[in-house]
């Protein structure tokens, strides 16, 4: 185990754990926290006018410092009193375990800060962005609930083939962009790429619906009038420049609703409108009625056919209760209604998620098939015949029988048991010499050996995974890339160091070092650099030193002149320090 656990993350299923990595704090450089520290006291000095109140509550309640990049075990000890745990992530995870994680209460943190030149926008997932954007509202315990229901539903929401191919470019392209050197034709293929994914996406699959749910409310969300909202989106809560342009008459507020599951989004620009809650149990109630349209609660024949399209281990439960896990490829269907499915490969059969005894994927390692629905003829379903209307039907053990189903389905064979759930229903007929034909066509025969027909007069549910955790091998994944570190330069770690050498001077443990040479050095050697200026320029406010505190405005301004795109962060920044210093 790469990571410190703890009771909550105990509970973790061996197929989540894969994607921890260890946070690796000692990481984190000087420049890191000063990046870290320069976003979190801009954002607070202004998120705590427009935010929903749970966020600065929540920075407390979660253990997240303004001064310091959060430790995830430290995180961790006190966010197991809100009965939540986080854990740290190589950058993109695939959207269905993401949301998994919510479920199991854990908060999923890509343990990289972005780079001091991406400072207001990073494409990558970055602990600013989770951090100090998701955890913070978690504190509120209504919000709180629905995040954990949230990744519950979205973990078994169906995918299709192209949607993991769409994660993969994302994923790709976030790397490559946050990597300095990156040739701009290799982001420009990138982009290009997800451009003709997404426009060749076909009919959006449930993930890339509930997807759009989670980027409206959870990411850009805001929650109040539409008059004058607050925000609780992580996505904005983290960003310096769109917290503050969400706020303007130029993006169009619109009352949040089950419309936000169709609405699309472009994660490169900032967003042209965004949906209003009126509270956060609002955002609970529509994401019931969205869970009311997927094949988890619908299932049928559309269920059937979405899992097929996924080409992914789904899971199909019967009326009887019966689960059937795996690959399925096929549907026979008749009148609108399904009444033969099958899988291919590896099966394991479940009632109420757990595997039944004798139905793992050794028993079904070549996949499964079975008729669904009634008998021809007999207006009784089979699950609801009592004992007696079983014998009267010749449906008992040591009998040699044929089954007719509606639809064409034909079973027949020796009947050697039955397996019954917990209502005493018959939920599989186990048969021996048995043949089950579609008309003419044979789709099971004596010599595959013994036959499991499943009973079950509808499919109630559909959704995506196994309903047995246990029953697969899911420890899987395979990271197609991985984040790419910078090369570190000799002056990059001399920049470092003398960032290295404020921080301590302002913390008070080394306060021999002279801040005019660092000052000196980074004019000399680092004229680009401006963050560690707006830092002395705070040391020198706060020590009353004027005229050093002039000689850096001095030079910021000709920074400002030399790249007028640092201009506004320059600014922000003094502002910040002076702020501080009117009210002290």
């Not at 420049?31 to 006018?49: E, G, H, P, T």
């Not at 993991?164 to 300095?180: F, N, Q």
């Not at 409206?216 to 983290?238: D, F, H, N, Q, R």
């Not at 209760?321 to 399904?338: A, D, H, K, R």
């Given at each position: 185990?790469?990571f410190?656990s703890n009771?909550?993350?105990?509970?973790?299923?061996?197929?989540?754990?894969?994607?921890?990595?260890?946070?690796?704090?000692?990481d984190?450089?000087?420049?890191?926290?000063?990046?870290?520290?320069?976003?979190?006291r801009?954002?607070?000095?202004?998120l705590?006018?427009?935010?929903?109140?749970s966020?600065?509550?929540?920075?407390k309640?979660t253990?997240?410092?303004?001064?310091?990049?959060?430790?995830m075990?430290?995180?961790?000890?006190?966010l197991?009193?809100?009965?939540?745990?986080a854990?740290?992530?190589?950058g993109?995870?695939?959207?269905?375990?993401?949301?998994?994680?919510?479920?199991?209460n854990?908060?999923?943190?890509?343990?990289?800060?972005?780079?001091?030149?991406?400072?207001?926008?990073?494409?990558?997932?970055?602990?600013?962005h989770e951090g100090?954007g998701?955890?913070?509202?978690?504190?509120?315990p209504e919000?709180?609930?629905?995040?954990r229901?949230?990744g519950?539903i979205?973990?078994?929401?169906?995918?299709?083939?192209?949607?993991?191919?769409?994660?993969?470019?994302?994923?790709?392209?976030?790397?490559i962009k946050?990597?300095?050197?990156?040739?701009?034709d290799?982001?420009?293929?990138?982009?290009?790429k997800?451009?003709?994914l997404?426009e060749?996406?076909?009919e959006?699959?449930?993930?890339?619906?509930?997807?759009?749910?989670?980027?409206?409310?959870?990411?850009?969300?805001?929650?109040?009038?539409?008059e004058?909202?607050?925000?609780?989106?992580?996505?904005?809560l983290s960003?310096?420049?769109?917290?503050a342009?969400?706020?303007?008459?130029k993006?169009?507020?619109?009352?949040?609703?089950?419309?936000?599951a169709?609405?699309?989004?472009?994660?490169?620009?900032?967003?042209p409108?965004?949906?209003?809650?009126?509270d956060?149990?609002?955002?609970s109630?529509?994401?019931?009625?969205?869970?009311n349209?997927?094949?988890?609660?619908?299932?049928?024949?559309?269920?059937?056919?979405?899992?097929?399209?996924?080409?992914?281990l789904?899971?199909v439960?019967?009326?009887t209760?019966?689960?059937?896990?795996?690959?399925f490829?096929?549907?026979i269907?008749?009148?609108n209604?399904?009444?033969?499915?099958?899988?291919?490969?590896?099966?394991?059969l479940?009632?109420?998620?757990?595997?039944?005894?004798?139905?793992?994927?050794?028993?079904?390692?070549?996949?499964f098939?079975?008729?669904?629905?009634?008998?021809?003829?007999?207006?009784?379903?089979?699950?609801?015949?009592?004992?007696?209307?079983l014998?009267?039907?010749?449906i008992?053990?040591g009998?040699?029988?044929?089954?007719?189903?509606?639809?064409?389905?034909?079973?027949?064979?020796d009947?050697?048991?039955?397996?019954?759930?917990?209502?005493?229903?018959?939920?599989?007929?186990?048969?021996?010499n048995?043949?089950?034909t579609?008309?003419k066509?044979?789709?099971?025969?004596?010599s595959?050996?013994?036959?499991?027909?499943a009973?079950?007069?509808?499919?109630?549910?559909?959704?995506?995974?196994?309903?047995?955790?246990?029953?697969?091998?899911?420890?899987?994944?395979?990271i197609?890339?991985t984040?790419?570190?910078?090369?570190?330069?000799p002056?990059?770690?001399?920049?470092?160091?003398?960032?290295?050498?404020?921080?301590?001077?302002?913390?008070?443990?080394?306060?021999?070092i002279?801040?005019?040479?660092?000052?000196?050095?980074?004019k000399?050697?680092?004229?680009?650099d401006w963050?560690?200026?707006?830092?002395?320029?705070?040391?020198?406010?706060?020590?009353?030193?004027v005229?050093?505190?002039?000689?850096?405005?001095?030079?910021?301004?000709?920074?400002?002149?030399?790249?007028?795109?640092?201009?506004?962060?320059?600014?922000?920044?003094?502002?910040?320090?002076?702020?501080?210093?009117?009210?002290?």
């Amino acid at each position: 185990m790469t990571f410190e656990s703890n009771p909550i993350l105990d509970k973790l299923p061996s197929h989540l754990k894969q994607y921890i990595k260890p946070q690796n704090y000692e990481d984190y450089t000087a420049i890191d926290q000063a990046v870290w520290r320069y976003v979190m006291r801009k954002n607070v000095d202004y998120l705590s006018r427009v935010a929903h109140n749970s966020y600065l509550d929540g920075l407390k309640k979660t253990g997240i410092s303004i001064d310091h990049i959060p430790n995830m075990y430290g995180m961790n000890r006190i966010l197991k009193e809100i009965g939540w745990a986080a854990v740290a992530v190589d950058g993109f995870i695939p959207p269905s375990a993401f949301m998994e994680f919510q479920a199991y209460n854990v908060l999923v943190i890509a343990g990289d800060i972005r780079q001091l030149e991406h400072i207001e926008y990073t494409p990558a997932p970055d602990i600013i962005h989770e951090g100090a954007g998701h955890a913070p509202i978690i504190a509120n315990p209504e919000y709180a609930e629905y995040l954990r229901r949230f990744g519950e539903i979205g973990s078994k929401a169906i995918s299709n083939a192209k949607d993991y191919e769409l994660y993969e470019a994302v994923r790709h392209l976030s790397i490559i962009k946050e990597a300095p050197g990156t040739p701009q034709d290799t982001i420009d293929k990138a982009e290009a790429k997800i451009e003709a994914l997404q426009e060749n996406m076909g009919e959006p699959s449930e993930i890339a619906l509930i997807r759009n749910l989670h980027w409206w409310t959870v990411e850009y969300g805001l929650i109040g009038s539409l008059e004058a909202p607050k925000i609780y989106g992580a996505g904005l809560l983290s960003s310096i420049g769109e917290s503050a342009w969400c706020m303007t008459d130029k993006v169009q507020k619109v009352p949040y609703s089950i419309e936000a599951a169709h609405t699309s989004f472009d994660i490169t620009k900032p967003q042209p409108q965004l949906f209003v809650t009126p509270d956060f149990a609002y955002l609970s109630e529509v994401l019931e009625e969205f869970a009311n349209t997927m094949a988890l609660r619908k299932g049928g024949l559309n269920g059937v056919k979405k899992v097929i399209a996924s080409k992914d281990l789904c899971t199909v439960e019967l009326s009887t209760g019966l689960q059937i896990s795996g690959s399925f490829s096929e549907v026979i269907e008749n009148q609108n209604l399904p009444v033969y499915i099958s899988t291919k490969g590896l099966t394991a059969l479940s009632y109420r998620e757990k595997e039944l005894v004798g139905h793992s994927t050794k028993h079904h390692a070549d996949g499964f098939g079975s008729p669904i629905g009634k008998l021809k003829g007999i207006n009784l379903a089979i699950e609801d015949m009592s004992p007696r209307d079983l014998k009267a039907y010749n449906i008992y053990e040591g009998e040699t029988i044929v089954l007719e189903f509606e639809g064409d389905i034909k079973v027949s064979g020796d009947i050697i048991t039955g397996t019954r759930n917990l209502r005493g229903e018959i939920i599989l007929i186990t048969f021996q010499n048995c043949t089950v034909t579609h008309g003419k066509r044979v789709l099971f025969e004596p010599s595959n050996g013994l036959y499991h027909m499943a009973v079950g007069e509808k499919i109630v549910a559909a959704y995506n995974g196994p309903a047995d955790l246990c029953s697969f091998d899911l420890v899987t994944h395979k990271i197609s890339s991985t984040t790419i570190k910078p090369t570190i330069s000799p002056a990059r770690k001399k920049l470092q160091q003398l960032y290295r050498q404020i921080r301590e001077f302002r913390e008070g443990t080394n306060t021999t070092i002279s801040r005019n040479k660092v000052f000196q050095e980074v004019k000399e050697h680092y004229p680009e650099d401006w963050l560690l200026s707006v830092e002395l320029y705070e040391l020198a406010k706060n020590n009353n030193d004027v005229e050093f505190a002039e000689a850096i405005l001095a030079h910021l301004q000709e920074v400002k002149q030399q790249q007028p795109s640092l201009g506004h962060l320059i600014d922000d920044g003094i502002d910040l320090v002076n702020a501080v210093g009117a009210v002290s």
